[in-house]
């Protein structure tokens, strides 16, 4: 048998439990425990407390040297780090002053990226994923959602599908993955969006079953992509299948948060466009409503409205985008924090956004927060006080980022 394990003391552990999922939170409300443990058995949260409580002689010690601050794995709810080549000339003719959309007309954005990520062999996909999880993993990430949507073809999509599989069993991480056949309509299709969305959802659909390669299905509802017309009988076919529903929704038009919420769905992303209007409407909705400061770092536009988000009640995740072209940083914590300077977030909403509101995103119960019976994941920095970690904007790194209990980084 097992013996349970007492990892610690650590100088303050951040729970990040008994919030509430929805609206605003202020740092006085977080619970911190001080000289806290974390006592763990195969992988498992058996309970955090004071390292005093619960040192004893039936626990194996792994102990915790100098002043560190404890806080659940951080889990990035949207990237698209499944993709081959670079999109360094459209970063640079962006910031010459052509658009994003002038870019995507003239053969650039998403469509220069599935070009690239055709020509990629899946185990190149494969190879690609696990280097950027790693950095990742030094950034504190446990847990990572990562979409398809540059194959543009049942058979590419099923590639960067299976090749997120792949990469998920090889990754120290736990990797999410989400159909985004509709990111675009493939320039090389001959026919409709309409018919575009139908043959995806009559062939594509039943094979993400049968091979267990996803569960979600992401739409980008955008003038330049799709409109709420054409993916309404799409997101029907979804739930008619049992996936959940996630939507890129209102970056540069609004419209895509009215179908997120229409359709329930676990998440709207995006929201740089969001209106009183959009805000209110996702308040009062259970889809969690995603920010993602990288790629308004990427693009050089505005914020999602975080704080009007969270003050009129909505649940608010924050994920890095991480992708070839409106978001490369792919540093969650560095932009987690800027959103916060920009938008007048607390060091517990910025938190809350990237431990278990990002796992409410995610539809996942087990992680996000450290209490008993959770999955051990959590991340150490060299630090007595939890204020730092915002404070230095991503440059104060993790000094130990544990997976499933063990130390991985
Ligand atoms: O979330 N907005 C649509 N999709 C991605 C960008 C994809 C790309 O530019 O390659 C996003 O920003
Ligand atoms: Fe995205």
Known sequence: MNRPILIGPFKQLLPMSGLPLKGALSDGQLPIINDAGVLLLDGKILEVNTYKKLKSDEVDLERIEGEQVCLPGFIDSHTHICFGGSRARDYALRNSGKTYLEIAKAGGGIWDTVTQTRKASKEMLVKGILTRCEKHLANGITTLEVKSGYGLSLEEELKMLRAI?????????????????????????????????????????????????????????????????????????????????????????????????????????????????????????????????????????????????????????????????????????????????????????????????????????????????????????????????????????????????????
């Open 165 to 409: 599989k792949e990469a998920d069993e090889q990754a120290t991480q736990d990797l999410v993955s989400t159909c985004l056949a509709a990111h675009m309509v493939p320039k090389d299709w001959d026919g409709s969006p309409t018919e575009y969305l139908e043959e995806i959802g009559e062939k594509l659909f039943p094979i993400l079953k049968s091979e267990k390669l996803t569960n979600r299905v992401d739409a980008f509802i955008e003038e330049s992509a799709f409109s709420p017309k054409n993916i309404k009988p799409y997101f029907e076919k979804a739930k008619q299948h049992g996936f959940d529903i996630t939507v890129h929704a209102d970056q540069f038009t609004t419209g895509g948060s009215q179908v997120a919420v229409d359709f329930n769905a676990i998440s709207a992303d995006h929201l740089e466009t969001s209106t009183k209007k959009e805000v209110a409407l996702l308040a009062k909705s259970d889809t969690i409503a995603t920010a993602l400061p990288g790629a308004s770092l990427g693009l050089g536009c505005d914020f999602t409205p975080a704080r009007k988000l969270l003050d009129a009640g909505a649940a608010l995740a924050i994920a890095s985008d991480h992708n070839p072209g409106s978001g490369p940083m792919g540093d969650l914590l560095a932009q987690a924090a800027i959103l916060g300077t920009f938008e007048k977030l607390s060091n517990a909403e910025v938190l809350a956004g990237i431990t278990f509101r990002a796992a409410a995103a995610l539809n996942l119960q087990d992680r996000g927060v450290l209490k008993k019976g959770m999955r051990a994941d959590f991340v150490a920095f060299a630090t007595d006080n939890y204020q730092e970690i915002t404070y230095h904007q991503g440059q104060l790194k993790p000094s130990g980022v544990w997976k499933n209990g063990i130390k991985t980084y």
